[in-house]
C-alpha cells in the first residue's frame, strides 16, 4: 500500500496496523529513499512487532520470504483480523492456517 501511494486507507479500514519486524526492516530500512519509506516510518499507527514463535517463521521460510514468514507467524500469535497478502504462496500458507486474508486489490475496493 505504501509503494502505491495508498497507505493512508489503512488505518481508516483498520484501525491499528501491526507488522513484523522483517516488513518494517525491508520497507523502512532497505527501502530508505523508495516510495512510502517515510511514510510507513512515521505512522503512529502502523505497530513494529517482533514474532514470537521463530520456529514457525524457519519453518514458512522453506517456501516464502522473510516477509511474508513473519507476517503468517504473527498474525498467527496475535490471532488477526486480518493479513494483507499479495504473495501467491503465502496467501495459500495463510488459508491453509485457516488466517483471514485480504489482498491490496479487495483493500482499495473497500475504500
Partial sequence: MSKIGQLNILPQLFGKIIIPEAVYYEVVIRGS??????EVKNADWIENQKVKNELAVRAFRINLGFGESEVIALANECQADFIILDDWKARQ?????ELPVIGTIAILQKA
Avoid: H, I
Avoid at 529513499?33 to 517515510?38: D, L, S, Y
Fill in 33 to 38: 529513499g523508495k516510495a512510502g519509506a517515510e
Fill in 93 to 97: 500458507t495463510a488459508e491453509e492456517l
